[in-house]
């Protein structure tokens, strides 16, 4: 059923121009105070009554946080301002496809280009709801968060960031200013995938990475497991096994049947699908990825 609500509740717009002045804002109105990026979720659950915020602080006039670098042992720096859209240009014109490839399928894969120039991956990662595809791509990376209040910064793993639906480590008074992915080790090979029969939003999503040494063996594959699952999951022993197969096609069986009894336990029945068609999805999608790496 859709939201009854039609409109915006009341609230006083703020846009401040420095990150001094929006963190000033943030001690001042606490949990009052809500950050927009891009707006696109923030606007959508106050109108649904989600998020109640008597402020919003529109952070998109901060210069200081709208950049994107990328230097060669250090990676990608992409300040909290940046869109989908932004993101997607560099990685292609810098030539960083192969480099970034699971987080620039998944940028191309991500609604539509409308939705890509309004919202950033900062937001999207905040926002940490199972759907949204921002977790999943920077957890095939080595990703970290700067986080920034008025009494100092800090930086978080992507991973610990989130720790279950929607419950990520950000204090009301905290803005996160900047995502750091850190430059793959050479031989990396990553690859997304995501189902989503309903809507835009991910059903299903596999993130894989993987040195690929000489021929076609794969080494420190790294597997996640998203969507489908409260938060972002590695399934760790399917990666060991992987790492150990030499023969992938006389071990599907043994590698499939080692992702069903890893990923059961976190996948749940929706309205939508079932665990068990969810799990046959997420079998299938991680099989291609596997065939995929060992192609590149
Ligand atoms: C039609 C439609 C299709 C979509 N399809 C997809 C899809 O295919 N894949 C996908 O991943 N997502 C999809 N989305 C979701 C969308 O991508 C996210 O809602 C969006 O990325 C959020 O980014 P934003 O910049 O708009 O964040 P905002 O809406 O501005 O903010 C989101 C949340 O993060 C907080 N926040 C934002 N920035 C910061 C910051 N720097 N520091 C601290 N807090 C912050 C806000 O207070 C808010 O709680 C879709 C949405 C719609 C409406």
Known sequence: MSSPYITLPEFKYLRPKTLDEALAIL?????????????????????????????????????????????EGDGLRIGAT???SEIEDYILQRGLVQRFRALYQGIKKLSDPVLRNRSTLAGNVVEALPIVDGPCLLSVFDSELKIVSSSGSRVVSVSEFISDEGFIDLKPNEIVVEIHIKDPPKGFVSTFRKYNPVTEFSMVSVGMSAIREGGRDL???????????????????????????SDLRSSIDELLSSVESEAAGFIQDDPYASREFKLHIAKMLILDSLKELRSL
Do not use: N, Q, W
Request: overall charge positive; aromatic content about 10%; some cysteine.
């Open 27 to 71: 001690d001042r109105y606490g949990e009052d105070a809500k950050i927009m990026a891009g707006g696109v979720a923030l606007l959508s659950f106050m109108k649904e009554r989600l998020i109640e915020a008597k402020y919003v602080v529109d952070i998109k006039g901060v210069r200081e946080l709208h950049y994107i670098r990328f230097s």
């Open 82 to 84: 940046v869109t989908f």
């Open 219 to 245: 080494r420190d594959v790294r597997c996640v497991l998203c969507a489908a699952t409260p938060k972002p999951v590695r399934l760790r022993r399917f990666e060991d096994l992987v790492s150990r197969v």
